[in-house]
T-cell receptor, first 114, second 115 residues
Framework: DVKVTQSSRYLVKRTGEKVFLECVQDMDHENMFWYRQDPGLGLRLIYFSYDVKMKEKGDIPEGYSVSREKKERFSLILESASTNQTSMYLC?????????????FGPGTRLTVT | DAKTTQPPSMDCAEGRAANLPCNHSTISGNEYVYWYRQIHSQGPQYIIHGLKNNETNEMASLIITEDRKSSTLILPHATLRDTAVYYCIVRLSPTLMDSNYQLIWGAGTKLIIKP
């Protein structure tokens, strides 16, 4: 089974702190994604990556950056956390080329910025 | 904006078939219909997808109308563990070039299975 793990289930940070959210997948997937999920807004794509060192902006990249130095790991960085970044963050991965587009999600990190 | 419309919530008795509708009246010819679900406190889970033919797997069946403007996800024998939010999503054909294409998530249907 594909496994996508995220570094923390719950995280509390202060305004202005630099925050790192880590995501690791064990199925050699090319594509990795970061979403945030907020009540009433559904899942919104922040960034995605289709290869090592490659990244593409999603719908809401402002205030975030990403890093993909290794194929299995995709990091989301909040350079200076703000209270409006309090949210559930979900990482996902998918395989290219099977013709079946299935994203595998991690359990999520609930981030609170105070 | 999400290109699908789903009822916000539904109930179903345990052991019965749960039929979840989805309208996608603006779907284009090369767009697939995908279904995911999200159980409380977990990440979303892929269920099934289809283009125009009905599809079935170990989890569910997907019925797509002939005009492709709507579809129904069927959980044949719902259990309490099927209580979740179910998302219907349309997206372009998953080719090699756009397999990283983003999914547009709506609000989904909260399905409650009652004992």
């Amino acid at each position: 089974d594909v496994k996508v793990t995220q570094s923390s289930r719950y995280l509390v940070k202060r305004t202005g702190e630099k925050v790192f959210l880590e995501c690791v997948q064990d199925m050699d997937h090319e594509n990795m994604f970061w979403y945030r999920q907020d009540p009433g807004l559904g899942l919104r794509l922040i960034y995605f990556s289709y290869d090592v060192k490659m990244k593409e902006k999603g719908d809401i990249p402002e205030g975030y950056s990403v890093s993909r130095e290794k194929k299995e790991r995709f990091s989301l960085i909040l350079e200076s956390a703000s209270t409006n970044q309090t949210s559930m963050y979900l990482c996902a991965s998918s395989y290219s080329g099977t013709g079946k587009y299935e994203q595998y999600f991690g359990p999520g990190t609930r981030l609170t910025v105070t | 904006d999400a290109k699908t419309t789903q009822p916000p919530s539904m109930d179903c008795a345990e052991g019965r078939a749960a039929n979840l509708p989805c309208n996608h009246s603006t779907i284009s010819g090369n767009e697939y219909v995908y279904w995911y679900r999200q159980i409380h406190s977990q990440g979303p889970q892929y269920i099934i997808h289809g283009l125009k033919n009905n599809e079935t797997n170990e989890m569910a069946s997907l019925i797509i109308t002939e005009d492709r403007k709507s579809s129904t996800l069927i959980l044949p024998h719902a259990t309490l563990r099927d209580t979740a939010v179910y998302y219907c999503i349309v997206r372009l054909s998953p080719t090699l070039m756009d397999s990283n294409y983003q999914l547009i998530w709506g609000a989904g249907t909260k399905l409650i299975i009652k004992p």
